[in-house]
């Protein structure tokens, strides 16, 4: 029997993108063209986030592997749920 559908219907649970680049080339804008910036959550391993001082996300920075395991803990955790989409800029 075939089964018919609308590409419409077609839903995805999640999208994993990496984007590499010269310094200078927009990586971090790029987290802000998420469409929902009130569900976006930057972890910041470099501290350079003042392209996006015009937006309103969340960022946490992480300064070591200790706080890098402990924000993945949280994405993970039912309070993490709120954000669609994480950006780690940079690794």
Same mark, same amino acid.
């Given at each position: 029997?075939?089964?018919? *559908?609308? !590409?419409?219907?077609?839903?995805?649970?999640?999208?994993?993108?990496? @984007?590499?680049? %010269?310094?200078?080339?927009?990586?971090?804008?790029?987290?802000?063209? !998420? $469409?929902?910036?009130?569900?976006?959550?930057?972890?910041?391993?470099?501290?350079?986030?003042?392209?996006?001082? %015009?937006?309103?996300? !969340?960022?946490?920075? @992480?300064?070591?592997?200790?706080?890098?395991?402990?924000?993945? *803990?949280?994405?993970?955790?039912?309070? $993490?749920? *709120?954000? *669609?989409?994480?950006?780690?800029?940079? @690794?």
């Amino acid at each position: 029997m075939l089964n018919f *559908k609308s !590409t419409h219907d077609i839903a995805y649970h999640y999208v994993n993108i990496g @984007v590499y680049g %010269e310094s200078g080339f927009g990586k971090t804008r790029l987290c802000a063209t !998420t $469409g929902c910036p009130d569900q976006t959550l930057i972890i910041s391993c470099e501290g350079g986030l003042l392209s996006l001082r %015009e937006e309103n996300i !969340t960022a946490v920075e @992480v300064r070591s592997l200790q706080e890098m395991r402990e924000v993945l *803990k949280f994405v993970k955790s039912p309070e $993490g749920d *709120k954000y *669609k989409w994480v950006c780690l800029d940079s @690794v």
